[in-house]
């Protein structure tokens, strides 16, 4: 059995809540011994992880790791909100009593640590000294060691998030238990995986995983579907999934902070790291503060909407990051910056890694080379040609201060305050290039009523999206019109409101299938021009759907693009908005209590497409 007593006191844990907590789960999942965790136990921490097999070298200060082949991806369907209420049920939360939750985990997760180390993680989802401190306060425990060096990358870790806490017991409790991942019959009838969030008791029960958002429980966890009912609760604050950036005009010495949601394959991590063109870097400033998560909130002195990244680092998608798509992101991934990669091809001879898209061409030379699972590219049958080497969903996992345009003010407790809210899919026509809103309700209907185009993958009728409310789908944490009442009062309670705008990279030529923007580095224009709109500078044109760009307003300095594909991406099909809007009507049917404000914004855009006809 573990001393956790002495554990706790060797490391300074002086908080009896968090002693009892620890003590509780110990003796229930059998762990052997137990450590408290500091980030300044990250170097030895690698060197044992190194010594047992479950990193590899990546080169200098690089770091490889495969998790078990059915345990790849975050688990919607195995993902549960519980509370005490049913009321708090949505559509898409799975909602389940936490009568039923709670001791159906604690059975699970009874003796499945035995023989191992329970790792204590106290972490904290905010900058130090932030007003949402109190709702950012966690301790994972954990009983593998691959999660706490994720955990020390992605989120602030150490003992010292647990001093002077105003209430000694208000700190989230996260548990996770891997369980034996080669019998848990993952996405079979008899799945044992459960992740749950019992979150009006704010403790997340965790069971059959160790990879991302089922594992790392500050991230996704807690700094998304805890915080999503945290800030509901408390009426202070939104939890979304939203990247943030900031843009720096050196002409005029104006900061912009610009946040927003999109849903998975529509370019958010890209887009928060992208650099100026270059055309306009000698202007302009991109800075990088998140790529996934974003708190917003209202400073009740000076009435600003402010918004902050919790966490402290990048989980990144790795399939097609390379020079074009994403520099900054291979700059943040080079050597000696501790990245640890997972489920890329990997190359032991050379400690090369290697993914889709990271190269034109596969390593010419497949000597070493194995596959994510671990398999030697060189055994290939010629049927398995097609397969790819890394997994789709491999990621590298970096801190922020790694990303070389990290924004200077990033660790700022106050956050920045936010001049836009923008959504974006990846839609191949109807949607323009950038459409901004200034109602509030109009803008959290469009929040409310994004999505992406069904992929080949997914099933789907042609031009219907799969809606991901504000890119929350995944995420929702009670009924989704309680969730539209709660942003509209967050946000309606600025004195300056942010401009709210929709954005399209992805449209395409009906003919040949061209993308008809060039994307990347040059979607600052339109989000330079959305606040030139907010300052006044300019005026657009009033459509039914929102306010558009005219042709010279946009900055296309050093940029090539086709008039004629200008002009396409610069209009509104209004045939298509009309057929879009019935499915839109339907998607909003099924949420009980939708405010009649959302419904009204739905009402007035229809009508103004009658107008347009
Ligand atoms: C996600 C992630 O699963 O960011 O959304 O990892
Ligand atoms: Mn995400």
Known sequence: MADVEKALDDAGVTNPHVREYVAYWAD??????VEVVDADDDARLVQEALDAGELLPAGEGRYYSRSYYKDTARSEERTIVATSDPKDKGVYNNWRPSSEMKPLLEERMRGASAGKTMYVIPYLMAPPGSPLAPWATGVELTDSRTVVLHMIRMSRVGVKFLENLDDPNMFVRAVHV??????LGQGTPEDQRYFVTVADERTILHFGSSYGGNALLGKIAHGLRQAAYDGWASKKFLG???????IHDKET????HICGGFPSASGKTNLAMMLAPDGLGDRFHVSFYGDDIAWLWVDEEDGKLYGMNPEYGVFGVAKDTNEETNPTALASIAEGTGVIFTNVAYNPDTQEVWWEGKT?????DVTGWLDWKGAPISDRTPEQEGEPWAHPNSRFTTTLANVPNVAKDYDEPQGVPIDAIIFGGRTRDREPLIRAITDLAEGVYDGLTLGAEATAAAE???GVLRYDPMSNR???AYGEGDYAQHYLNVVGAAKEQPLFAHVNWFQRDPEDGHFLWHGYRDNLRPLLWLMQLKDGDVKGRETAVGIIPTEDELNLEGMNTKPEDLETILKINVPRWQQEMANREEHLQQFPGM??????????????LEEEV
């Open 595 to 608: 405010p009649d404000a959302i419904w009204e914004a739905h009402r007035r855009v229809a009508a103004a």
């Open 240 to 246: 979304e999934q939203y990247m943030l950036i900031g």
């Open 178 to 183: 891997t369980g034996d991942l080669e019998n």
């Open 474 to 476: 995944p995420f929702m």
């Open 360 to 364: 034109k061409a596969k390593p010419a």
């Open 28 to 33: 229930l999942t059998g762990a052997e011994r």
């Open 460 to 462: 789907g009728k042609e």
């Open 253 to 256: 010495g104006k900061d912009y």
